[in-house]
C-alpha cells in the first residue's frame, strides 16, 4: 500500500488540474465590458435581422464569436485601450445570411467601425445616407447583394477607405467623380452593376492602389488616360468598360502589375504598345481592335496571353516549338501559326479566322458532334447514340485545343489568376440522370468559354448543353454566366443550381439553331455577377458538363392540305359566280309564274258573268 500512494497522489493532482481548467474554461472571459451605445446599437441591428437569439444576454466584446463557418460568418472584434474601461466594436462580419434584407439605421451608431463586411446576404433597397456617420472606416464590402439606387453622396466623407467592394449589385447611375476623394483606397471593385461610364479621369489620383477591378460599365466611353502612374497596382481590370482609342504612347509606370485585364473593349492602335508590360503573369486584351504585328518578345511560357478576336494582329509563332504548349490563345487573329499546328489543325484555325469554311479544306461535312467537356470518351449506346468525345486537355490561364478527328474546337480565357485548372471532376453521384460519368467532369472558366463546331454541312441543328454544379456545393455560393449560341443570348445569369433543383443534380438546355457558314459557336461568359470565392477563390464563371449538336429531323405529321393554286380559287369564283346567277334566274322565274297566275286568277273574276 505504501509504493501505491505516490501514484494515487499523482493521478489526484493531475484529475484536479483538470477539473480546475475546465472550471476555468467555463468562467466568462475578462476584460473590459463593451461600450454601452455599441452594445445597444448592435443588438437593436441583431433584433432586426433576426439574430437576437445568438446574442441575447451576452455581452458582444467578450462573446466575440457566434457563428464562424464557410457557408456564415456572425463575429465582432473590439478595441479594449487601457485605462478607458469599456471595448468599442471596430469590426463586424454579417455574411452569408439570405434572410437579412436591410440596412438597419442603428448599424450606424457603431461609429468607431474600421471594418465592415455584409456580403453574400440579400440585403435590398438603397445604401442609407446615415452611412457618412462610419467616418472611421477602411474596410467595406457589401458585395454579392441585392442592393439597388445610387452611391449616395455621403459616402465621400469615408476618406480612411481602403478596401471598397460593392460587385454584384443593382447599384445604377454613373461612376461617381468623389471616388477621387478617396485617396486612401488600395482595394476598388465595381463590376455586375449597373452603373454607367464613363470612369472618372481624376481616378489616375488615386496614388495608393493596388487593386483596381471595373468592369461591364455601360453608357458613355473611357479612356486609357483614367490610368495614372501607380507604382504598387498589382492586379488591374477594366474588363467590358467601353474603353476606346489607343494606349498611350507613353507607358504608364506600373512597375509591379502581374495582372492585366482589357478584354472586350474598343481598344486600337498597335500591339506593340503592350510590351511595357510584358513582364506581367497575365495580359487579356481578346475583342478588342488592336494591329500590327504581335511582338515575339512577348510571347513567353511564363505568360498567359489572350489577344482572341483582334482581326489585325498578325505575326508567326515560330519562336514556339511545336512539341510545346503554350499559354496563349489567338483564335480569330491573323496570327500565322503553320509552323507549330499540322495542316488539318491550320484547315480548321482558317475556318474561324474567316467566319466560314472552304469544304474542299474539311472532308466530309459533319452532322452531329458530341462532347464530354473536362472528360474521357463516353459511349451511350442505349441512350443516345452518340459517343462524346474527349476533351480533358488543360488549357490553363489562355488557350485552346482542336479536335482533328471531330472538327471542333474549344477556346478558354481565365480572368481569375487563382483559378488554377479549367478541370473539375467528382467521384460522387449525380442526381437526376442515368448517365451518371457525364456529369462528374466539367470544363470551367472564369471569364470565357467557347465551342465551335467547324464543317458543320448548313441547315437546322438541336443543341443540347448538359449541367450539373459540382463545385459550389454550399448554399451560400451562387454561379451566373451567360450563353449565346450563334452570336443570339438564350440565358441571362443563368444558375445551374436554380434550374436543377439542388446541387449535385442534372439539368440539360436545349435550343435550335440554324447554321448557314459551315461554323456553330456556343459561348459561355462570366458577366460579373454571382459569388467569387465559395468554395475557394477563383470558383465562378461558366461550368459545363457537356454539349451534342445533332441534324434535326422533321417530326412526322399528318401531311397538311394541300393549297389550292390562284386558278383553282378563280375556278371556285367561277363557279360560285354562275351557281348564283341561277339562283337568280330560279327566283325571277318563280316570280313571273306568280304574277302571271294571279294575272290569270284576276281576269277570270273579272270576266265571270253576272247572275
Not at 505516490?6 to 472550471?23: D, E, K, M, N, Y
Not at 461554323?519 to 467569387?532: A, K
Not at 302571271?596 to 273579272?606: C, F, G, M, N, T
Amino acid at each position: 500500500m505504501a509504493r501505491s500512494a505516490p501514484a494515487f497522489v499523482a493521478v489526484f493532482l493531475l484529475v484536479s488540474a483538470l477539473l480546475s481548467i475546465g472550471a476555468a474554461q467555463l468562467q466568462p472571459p475578462s476584460g473590459p465590458p463593451t461600450d454601452p451605445s455599441d452594445a445597444a446599437a448592435l443588438h437593436a441591428v441583431f433584433r432586426q435581422w433576426s439574430l437576437e437569439s445568438e446574442v441575447a444576454g451576452k455581452d458582444p466584446c467578450q462573446n466575440p464569436v457566434w457563428n464562424e463557418s464557410l457557408a456564415r460568418n456572425a463575429s465582432v472584434h473590439c478595441d479594449c485601450p487601457s485605462g478607458v474601461g469599456v471595448c468599442r466594436i471596430t469590426h463586424l462580419n454579417v455574411t452569408g445570411y439570405k434572410n437579412i434584407t436591410k440596412i438597419p439605421l442603428e448599424l450606424f451608431n457603431l461609429t468607431e467601425l474600421v471594418s465592415l463586411d455584409l456580403s453574400n446576404n440579400n440585403l435590398n433597397g438603397s445604401i442609407p445616407p446615415g452611412v457618412s456617420n462610419l467616418s472611421k472606416l477602411e474596410i467595406w464590402h457589401f458585395n454579392n447583394n441585392n442592393l439597388s439606387g445610387s452611391f449616395p453622396h455621403e459616402l465621400s466623407l469615408l476618406r480612411n477607405l481602403k478596401s471598397l467592394w460593392m460587385f454584384d449589385n443593382y447599384i445604377e447611375g454613373l461612376v461617381p467623380e468623389f471616388i477621387q476623394n478617396l485617396t486612401k483606397l488600395t482595394d476598388l471593385r465595381i463590376y455586375g452593376t449597373k452603373i454607367q461610364g464613363p470612369i472618372p479621369r481624376n481616378l489616375s489620383i488615386l496614388t495608393n492602389l493596388e487593386i483596381l477591378m471595373l468592369g461591364d460599365l455601360e453608357g458613355n466611353p473611357s479612356y486609357f488616360d483614367v490610368i495614372g502612374e501607380w507604382s504598387n497596382l498589382t492586379m488591374l481590370s477594366l474588363r467590358k468598360c467601353r474603353l476606346t482609342g489607343q494606349l498611350p504612347s507613353t507607358p504608364r509606370n506600373l512597375p509591379k502589375l502581374n495582372y492585366l485585364d482589357l478584354t472586350s473593349n474598343n481598344l486600337s492602335g498597335s500591339i506593340i504598345q503592350l510590351l511595357p508590360y510584358k513582364n506581367s503573369s497575365f495580359i487579356y486584351v481578346g475583342e478588342n481592335n488592336f494591329s500590327e504585328r504581335l511582338p515575339p518578345e512577348i510571347v513567353r511560357p511564363s505568360l498567359s496571353l489572350d489577344v482572341s478576336y483582334n482581326h489585325f494582329v498578325n505575326g508567326s509563332l515560330s519562336n514556339i516549338p511545336a512539341d510545346q504548349k503554350w499559354p496563349i490563345n489567338y483564335i480569330g487573329t491573323s496570327v500565322d501559326a503553320s509552323g507549330i499546328v499540322d495542316s488539318r489543325s491550320l484547315a480548321i484555325l482558317n475556318c474561324l479566322r474567316m467566319k466560314e469554311c472552304n469544304n474542299s479544306s474539311l472532308t466530309n461535312p459533319g452532322t452531329s458532334f458530341a462532347i464530354n467537356c473536362g472528360g474521357k470518351q463516353i459511349d451511350y449506346p442505349d441512350l443516345m447514340q452518340t459517343v462524346f468525345s474527349e476533351d480533358s486537355t488543360d488549357l490553363g490561364g489562355a488557350g485552346f485545343h482542336i479536335s482533328t478527328t471531330s472538327n471542333w474546337v474549344v477556346s478558354r480565357v481565365d480572368s481569375d489568376p487563382f483559378n488554377k485548372s479549367s478541370i473539375v471532376n467528382i467521384s460522387d453521384n449525380i442526381l437526376a440522370t442515368n448517365m451518371q460519368e457525364l456529369y462528374k467532369t466539367a470544363r470551367t472558366s472564369t471569364s470565357s468559354l467557347r465551342y465551335y463546331m467547324v464543317g458543320l454541312a448548313n441547315g437546322k441543328y438541336v443543341v443540347q448543353l448538359f449541367f450539373a454544379e459540382i463545385v459550389i456545393t454550399e448554399g451560400l455560393g451562387r454561379r451566373l454566366f451567360d450563353i449565346d449560341i450563334q452570336g443570339h443570348n438564350i440565358k441571362k445569369d443563368f444558375d445551374i443550381t436554380n434550374e436543377a433543383g439542388g446541387f449535385g443534380k442534372a439539368t440539360n438546355i436545349t435550343q435550335d439553331v440554324t447554321v448557314y457558314n459551315s461554323i456553330l459557336e456556343i459561348h459561355l461568359y462570366w458577366s460579373g455577377r454571382g459569388t467569387c470565392c465559395i468554395p475557394y477563390k477563383g470558383a465562378y464563371g461558366p461550368l459545363v458538363s457537356a454539349i451534342a449538336v445533332t441534324r434535326s429531323v422533321d417530326p412526322k405529321v399528318s401531311p397538311p392540305e394541300a393549297p389550292r393554286s390562284n386558278s383553282g380559287r378563280q375556278d371556285e369564283k367561277r363557279r360560285g359566280v354562275i351557281a348564283g346567277i341561277a339562283a337568280l334566274c330560279i327566283a325571277a322565274a318563280l316570280i313571273s309564274s306568280s304574277v302571271v297566275y294571279l294575272w290569270w286568277k284576276w281576269v277570270s273574276i273579272v270576266k265571270r258573268p253576272v247572275a
